[in-house]
């Protein structure tokens, strides 16, 4: 899966699209496996969004 094809992903809110295993991630259709997230964050991703959007994310949640 390349960038354009990441950019969706990234911007979707909503939990019920997303599920979480041991072998990666799957969103609606599409799964992606830890060795395929590995090497986009080793070569094209920067990151899945930025500190301050996850400390207020967790704040709203009020886990921290």
Not at 8 to 20: A, N, T
């Amino acid at each position: 899966m390349d960038v354009p094809a990441i950019t969706p992903i990234r911007s979707d809110e909503d939990s019920s699209h997303f599920s979480f295993t041991e072998e990666g991630l799957k969103w609606k259709e599409h799964e992606l496996f830890i060795d395929d997230i590995t090497l986009l964050r080793k070569t094209s991703l920067l990151s899945f969004g930025s500190f301050d959007e996850l400390r207020d994310d967790l704040r709203t949640l009020e886990k921290i």
